[in-house]
């Protein structure tokens, strides 16, 4: 089987490498802050001290990083490291104009390049359910599928850059509808319903979603624990609204619910939360 690599073990990073064990593939792992891989390595996989071990030899490198710097800055360190013809697989969000030019500088050297990003959290980290929007060669996406579906379900969605831009729609749809939510849940507790028991009643209707019924469960009962971290809600909707604007477009619910995001991390130290803490933010602006 292939060699891989996966850069990134965190709270995504983590369990996707889990998965990926657990297909039996043959797996290299590397973060930054050591104790987050060490775990794995009783999974068997193999923990590299540094990202140019990590990569060496490797046929697939996925990167799973913070965000496009910080995948920008692993690649310039270990690009004396990777073996002919390795893929680079970006699973993290970045913006569409860096997987387009990490595309091209990788093409340079004869290496191809898929950008992946995800949806579905840490649920569907674990779970193996993770939607995967692929951009790039559609023949190097076939080579890949098979790995990426250890994690979830690929679909190739167009060119280099469209994967992160269908990202960048699934933030927009899921940063708004977050907003959504939480005006209905706080409008119920206030009004007297029982909030659990409406979201059993909206099931299959129109109304129902996954955020309706994960988030607003979250709404309800003050759990916070991060899952999806509201920092990086907002740093994909800046991405949103910088698409956007390279587009002569204006997104005017994406911008509102973007500043309540960012008065919730910045007013209410809530950057660390989860992006269902938006309710928290609803809450203080009605005086709760």
């Not at 990490?102 to 390049?113: K, L, Q, S």
């Not at 029982?194 to 955020?211: E, H, Y």
């Not at 994406?254 to 500043?259: E, K, L």
Request: aromatic share 4%.
């Amino acid at each position: 089987m292939t060699k891989l690599t996966l850069l990134g073990t965190g709270l995504m990073g983590g369990p996707m490498a889990r998965n990926l064990l657990a297909k039996k593939h043959d797996l290299t792992v590397w973060n930054r802050s050591a104790d987050k891989a060490a775990p794995l390595a009783g999974l068997g996989a193999t923990v590299a001290e540094t990202p140019e071990n990590a990569v060496a030899g490797a046929g697939i490198v996925i990167s799973m990083l913070s965000d496009g710097p910080a995948s920008d800055a692993v690649q310039q360190a270990v690009w004396d490291s990777f073996a002919i013809g390795t893929i680079w697989v970006e699973m993290a969000s970045i913006r569409p104009e860096e997987a387009r030019a990490h595309a091209a500088r990788f093409a340079g050297i004869g290496m191809a390049y898929i950008d992946a990003p995800v949806s579905g959290g840490t649920k569907g980290a674990q779970g193996a359910t993770l939607a995967i929007m692929a951009g790039g060669d559609a023949d190097t996406f076939a080579k890949i599928q098979p790995v990426l579906s250890a994690m979830g379900r690929p679909v190739h969605v167009g060119p280099v850059g469209a994967g992160q831009l269908a990202k960048l729609a699934n933030q927009a749809i899921v940063a708004c509808t977050i907003g959504a939510v939480a005006e209905a849940m706080l409008l119920l507790e206030q009004g007297g319903a029982d909030p659990a028991a409406v979201r059993d009643a909206l099931k299959g209707g129109f109304a129902d979603s996954v955020i309706l019924q994960q988030h607003g469960a979250r709404m309800t009962n003050r759990d916070f624990v991060p899952g999806g971290l509201t920092k990086f809600q907002i740093k994909d909707l800046d991405n949103v609204l910088s698409e956007a604007d390279s587009l002569n477009l204006t997104l005017p619910t994406v911008s509102a619910v973007n500043d309540r995001f960012k008065h919730l991390r910045d007013a209410m130290d809530g950057g660390e939360m989860d992006h269902s803490a938006l309710y928290l933010e609803l809450r203080a602006r009605n005086g709760l």
